[in-house]
């Protein structure tokens, strides 16, 4: 064997274990957590009322978030995509701000923003509408720190939609609204859900911000880490490891959205 080959097999048992490694780096604590703690989280969803309760509020929440999510940042998520104009890329740079920043500082931010104290929030106390140390609180929270994702995998479904085809609409007489719902909506739609899939899945397992910002009620980040605190890690384990296999319910759907989106690519109709 030369000398190359044999600097090259060595490379390669080197960069093996190093992957095999760092894999298991990743695997094992969510195994160990879902095997250890699993079978009596969701045991305790027939008969621990508060656990029902946060993981509701919680979905809620953040399915409320992502509506919010869609409804704002998918123009501006097109307009990044197709247009080019001074400041898109310190746009870009805010919207992308929430994701750099510790939570617990985005939830102290907002706190500023939207407290009893402040013009915004002191203004809706007024009006009936409490939103620190509330649902709507955990709701804007999630909004803060998921948003940015949504925003950045909007835009590049936008940008794999060739223009020419607006362009095309356009010359047959559809205005600017309808050449985009007709045309660069339905050939972005999966990638599009596939972001609001992603804002989803940051949003429910949110702690940092939603802990300042909201407390009670305690959404089940919140609750696995008051049960902690307060009980140990016995009692913070259940929770804990639901939230662990409430995950895989988007990781399954965006991996079933790139299967599809490969299928249709290919070619493929799925029955010969």
Not at 173 to 196: E, K, N, T
Request: aromatic residues 8%.
């Amino acid at each position: 064997m030369t000398p190359s080959r044999i600097s090259h097999r060595v490379a390669s048992v080197v960069a093996a274990t190093f992957a095999s490694l760092f894999l298991l780096f990743l695997v094992a604590p969510i195994a160990e957590l879902v095997a250890t703690g699993g079978g009596s989280g969701l045991r305790k969803l027939t008969t621990d009322a508060e656990l029902r309760s946060s993981l509701w509020l919680t979905l809620v929440t953040a399915t409320s978030a992502v509506l919010c999510g869609v409804a704002g940042g998918t123009p501006i998520a097109y307009l990044l995509a197709r247009k080019q104009f001074r400041g898109r890329a310190v746009l870009s740079a805010i919207l992308d701000l929430p994701l750099l920043i510790p939570h617990p500082v985005a939830g102290i931010a907002l706190l500023l923003v939207l407290g009893r104290n402040s013009v915004v929030g002191g203004a809706a106390l007024d009006a009936g509408l409490r939103i620190v140390g509330s649902p709507i609180g955990i709701a804007v929270a999630m909004l803060f720190v998921s948003a940015p994702l949504y925003v950045s995998g909007a835009r590049e479904a936008f940008a794999r939609v060739d223009p020419r085809y607006e362009a095309v609409a356009r010359t047959l007489g559809d205005p600017p609204w309808r050449a985009f719902r007709r045309v660069s909506l339905p050939l972005s739609m999966r990638g599009l859900i596939a972001a609001a899939v992603v804002m989803w899945a940051r949003a429910v397992s949110e702690f940092g911000a939603i802990v300042v910002i909201t407390y009670n009620p305690k959404a089940a980040s919140v609750l696995s880490y008051d049960r902690f605190t307060s009980f140990g890690l016995s009692e913070a384990l259940p929770v804990a490891a639901v939230l662990a296999i409430l995950a895989l319910v988007p990781l399954t759907v965006l991996r079933a959205l790139r299967y599809g989106r490969t299928a249709a690519d290919t070619g493929w109709a799925g029955d010969g």
